[in-house]
């Protein structure tokens, strides 16, 4: 769990936001037992209107921080919703989404807006197919064709045709100059 939580840290400064909800959450007696400690737990930020992306907030005492450069109270008014889907090694999986209101960065209302059970076969036998098709892709990469063969005849030919058109670029310079030479108006 620790590794999925640093893989959410790293993708959540590019692409979204993340919520730590270091309160008690309305979690279902059935998805309490998946995880050892939800005060550390990073969900998605799917809703909001917080602005920024890749930002990072968490709840606690009932009010709402913005923990990017240095933690900060925020003075939000409105709706924040944010889930995860949680992935189990045994029995099934579970999507979670919550629903919380703020108003001027206090707490004021979160519920439980999504709890779905997904079948954790369709998720494995997926993995395995990508896990397959990298295990194929490196053994390719490592092979004597790829390393001694197929690189230096890529290197050959990509650096020809670069050649190729930085000369056919030169070329078409100098007619578009040629041209406005010989047609100044």
């Known amino acids: 769990m620790e590794k999925v939580n640093n893989f959410k840290k790293t993708f959540a400064k590019s692409l979204t936001n993340l919520m730590n909800w270091e309160d008690k959450l309305p ?3 059935n998805v309490i037992q ?3 400690d939800w005060a550390k737990h990073d969900f998605y930020i799917v809703h909001s209107n917080l ?8 709840v606690f005492g009932g009010k709402l921080y913005e923990n990017n450069d240095g933690v900060n109270l ?3 008014t409105g709706e924040i919703t944010f ?5 189990c090694d045994e029995g099934d999986d ?16 979160i519920i439980l807006a999504k709890n779905e059970r997904r079948d954790s076969e369709e998720r494995k036998k997926l993995a395995r197919r990508y896990m397959d ?8 990469r ?3 064709f790829f390393k001694y063969l197929y690189r230096p005849w890529r290197a050959i030919v990509l650096g020809v045709s670069f050649i190729i058109m930085m000369i056919l670029g030169l070329i078409g310079m100098l007619v578009r100059g040629l041209a406005r030479i010989l047609t100044p108006w």
Not at 51 to 58: I, K, N, P, Q, W
Not at 83 to 87: H, I, Q, R, S
Not at 94 to 109: Q, S
């Open 27 to 29: 979690i279902p007696d």
């Open 34 to 36: 998946h995880t050892d």
């Open 51 to 58: 602005g920024t992306r890749g930002g990072e907030y968490f």
């Open 74 to 76: 925020l003075d939000y």
């Open 83 to 87: 889930g995860d889907y949680l992935a």
């Open 94 to 109: 579970f999507e979670l989404m919550f629903k919380a209101t703020f108003l001027k960065g206090e707490v004021k209302e």
């Open 133 to 140: 098709i990298a295990e194929k892709e490196i053994a390719r």
């Open 142 to 144: 490592k092979s004597f």
